[in-house]
């Protein structure tokens, strides 16, 4: 055991935390593992940031940084420099540090520094998530029942879902080595197949790209550019948009993706999905297909929906774009 993982133990964990920081597999350092069971849904983590630092990342400087340390108390100071690892050389001030151990803070303009958040792995099949926070407090939630001794993981990016391994690595800097990385696996390759494809549906539904930008790289996976202007005027007609969407979800929940907050996402309330439909011929097809068990039985169902013209088809664009605006505003 080297000095650096023997600092991680003097680290400020909360002392009922479910979890305990402990090596992890070779090449990912060390990582939080479950003491006991954690339910769904359950906080694992809540952790103010140690100092932040009111700015972009591409404008933070060495100096920012010295001028937050300076301003920290002694006990805080050697928390900080516990971080030590990442390397096992003397500690360094550097920017790359404080871009591994810090969260952005879309309450307040700028990124927090966070000890022990940072401790966690990343997988691109996580077991739990950081929630978008109202304030500078960021907390760690089970998105699935944890076992005690499992190793708790969060995805460092929110739009994988939509991004393929090579993407992914790309923006992780680092390979990581989860189920749906493992090359080649059936899994895997299966699942570079389903992300692309989730990706293309959600551009569909949503005339834009996982940016929120129209013409993005998302656009490219829809070959078809008669398609892809329907998805960019937003006239997909509404028979297909249901489609596109259970598809999605069915799609998730084979990827293993399909947790709560996911559903929370993208799944239509049952209600409202039936009442949009205005052919009587539609919504009895959309009430059956809903009233099925599985995504993917309603799935099935729905796709005999597929082509078929309604009659809110010539008031939903407008209707869309009220509701982006809305969105947007
Ligand atoms: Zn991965």
Same mark, same amino acid.
Request: glycine share 6%; hydrophobic share 45%; net charge neutral.
């Given at each position: 055991m080297t000095l650096t993982s023997l600092a991680y133990r003097r680290l400020r964990i909360p002392k009922d935390a479910p979890f305990e920081l402990r090596p992890s597999s070779p &090449?990912?350092? +060390? &990582?939080?593992?479950?003491?006991?069971?954690i339910k769904q849904g359950e906080q694992i983590l809540k952790e103010e940031p140690l100092f932040v630092i009111p700015k972009p990342t591409q404008y933070i400087t060495n100096?920012?940084? +010295?001028?937050?340390?300076?301003? @920290?108390?002694?006990?805080?100071?050697g928390q900080f420099l516990l971080l030590r690892d990442n390397a096992k050389q003397p500690f360094m001030m550097s920017k790359e540090a404080f871009a591994e151990n810090s969260f952005a803070l879309p309450a307040k303009? &700028? $990124?927090g520094l966070f000890l022990v958040h940072s401790r966690f792995n990343h997988s691109c099949l996580p077991n739990a998530t950081v929630p978008a926070s109202s304030n500078d407090i960021?907390?760690? %939630?089970?998105? =699935?029942?944890?076992?005690? &001794?499992?190793?708790?993981?969060? *995805?460092?990016?929110?739009?994988? =879902? *939509?991004?393929? !391994?090579?993407? !992914? $690595?790309?923006? @992780?800097?680092? %390979?990581?080595? *989860?189920?749906? *990385? @493992? %090359?080649g696996t059936p899994f895997q390759q299966l699942s570079d197949v389903r992300r692309r494809f989730i990706r293309g549906l959600i551009y569909l539904t949503a005339g834009a790209g996982i940016d929120g930008k129209s013409q993005d790289s998302s656009s490219s996976v829809i070959a078809d550019h008669r398609l892809r202007e329907a998805a960019d005027n937003l006239s997909i007609p509404l028979s297909n948009r249901l489609i596109y969407l259970l598809l999605t979800l069915y799609l998730l929940e084979e990827e293993g993706l399909l947790d709560y907050l996911m559903r929370e996402r993208f799944e239509p309330p049952v209600v409202v999905t039936s009442s949009l439909f205005q052919t009587e011929s539609n919504a009895e097809i959309v009430k059956t297909a809903m009233a099925q068990k599985t995504w993917q039985g309603k799935m099935l169902i729905a796709f005999r929906l597929y082509g078929r013209h309604d009659?809110?088809?010539e008031s939903l664009?407008?209707? @869309? !774009?009220?509701?982006?605006?809305?969105r947007s505003a």
């Open positions: &090449g990912k350092g +060390w &990582g939080g593992f479950a003491t006991r069971l100096e920012d940084l +010295w001028a937050a340390f300076r301003r @920290l108390t002694p006990a805080d100071q303009f &700028g $990124h960021i907390t760690l %939630v089970a998105i =699935e029942d944890i076992m005690a &001794g499992e190793e708790i993981t969060f *995805c460092y990016n929110n739009d994988f =879902e *939509c991004k393929i !391994r090579c993407e !992914r $690595h790309k923006i @992780l800097r680092f %390979v990581c080595n *989860c189920k749906a *990385c @493992l %090359v009659a809110a088809d664009p407008e209707m @869309l !774009r009220m509701l982006r605006m809305l």
